[in-house]
């Protein structure tokens, strides 16, 4: 009996030391993206603003400046924009499988409780059942629990996904609509 529970311990340390290197793997492979995506916005924006500089040094008529800060002010928004939905769309990943990882390990976590309990309930005194039987419901109530809360958060994530959609895209058209507007003054 002293060698199973020792291999049952063993193996529980190593999947949580595997568990915790990947949920670190996961991790800094999020903060690398978002430091690349910073870092390409940098680029990008430094880039941008030369090229901005030569056209407005070139224009002398106030109307003609006008029409260009207009137009460089939609672009400079829906590259906002975008680059908004770019880091929720990486946040929102990691976050994604982190979540599963999390999923995963619970269900392990579980099935190996189970298993103990099954393995004690074969070793345990006579009359103990009713007691193992209300610590496997117990165990099963809180897993339909943890499973019930994993959806609605789900559905909280596609929600919130859906509402940043559609409020990036409202926020485009709406500076679209007014640079138009400015345009054709």
Do not use: C, W
Not at 124 to 142: C, E, F, M, Q, R
Not at 164 to 176: G, I, Q, R
């Amino acid at each position: 009996m002293m060698s199973i529970n020792h291999e049952q311990l063993n193996k529980l340390s190593l999947n949580g030391l595997e568990t915790i290197l990947r949920f670190t793997q996961i991790s800094l492979e999020g903060t690398e993206r978002l430091i690349k995506h910073h870092l390409e916005i940098s680029k990008q924006s430094l880039e941008e603003n030369v090229k901005i500089a030569k056209q407005l040094s070139g224009v002398t008529d106030p109307q003609e400046a006008i029409a260009q800060l207009n137009k460089l002010t939609t672009h400079s928004i829906d590259k906002v924009v975008a680059d908004a939905r770019n880091l929720y769309d990486i946040v929102s990943g990691t976050q994604s499988e982190l979540n599963k990882l999390a999923e995963e390990n619970l269900g392990s976590f579980n099935k190996s409780l189970i298993g103990a309990l099954e393995s004690a309930a074969k070793n345990a005194p006579a009359g103990s059942d009713a007691t193992l039987n209300a610590v496997k419901t117990t165990v099963a109530a809180a897993a339909a629990a943890v499973n019930t809360f994993s959806k609605a958060a789900q559905q909280v994530v596609e929600f919130t996904d859906s509402s940043v959609k559609a409020a990036t895209s409202a926020t485009a058209d709406a500076v679209k609509s007014a640079s138009k507007r400015t345009t054709t003054t």
